[in-house]
Structure formats: C-alpha cells, structure tokens
C-alpha cells in the first residue's frame, strides 16, 4: 500500500509494526492520528487562554478549584466580574 504513496516519509524505521499493510486500517489511523493532534491543539489553546485570564498557571487553577470547586470555576468568575453590576 505505501511504497508508491508519494506522502509517506518512507521504509521501516517508520513502520516496524508493519501496521501500514491493511490498507483500510492504515487510512482510519492517519484520519484518527489527524483527529486526534487537532484536539491536542484546542486543548493547548484552552490551557493558554485559562492562563492568560486567571495570571496562573494549569496547577495553581487546578488546587484553586480542589479547594473550592463551587467557586472556582467559569461560571463563578463571568457572574462575580463587575460587568454584570
């Protein structure tokens, strides 16, 4: 399947499992491989955002709401910001 596959970066260091070798298998991977970085990015957006409002970091927000999960939270801080006075 692969060898005249002009966008795979080539040969066995790549492939040791020999995983490429079900066609259909191989195209749900790299769909699913594709999926899945996307996510990896929104996540690491969120983690900037979340630290970019807060002034913390991903730990101290995460022991903030340890703490005190009825306050700590989104909702929480949008209702006590003073737009809403």
Not at 60 to 69: I, Q, R, S, V
Request: net charge negative; proline share 7%; aromatic share 12%.
């Amino acid at each position: 399947y692969l060898p005249g596959d002009n966008n795979y970066p080539g040969g066995a260091p790549f492939d040791p499992f020999k995983m490429s070798d079900n066609a259909e298998g191989f195209e749900w991977q790299r769909v699913a491989e594709i999926k899945h970085g996307r996510l990896a990015m929104l996540g690491m957006a969120a983690c900037f955002a979340q630290a970019a409002v807060t002034r913390q970091g991903p730990v101290a927000n995460l022991l903030a709401f340890a703490a005190d999960p009825a306050h700590a939270n989104v909702v929480a801080r949008f209702l006590s910001s003073s737009s809403f006075d």
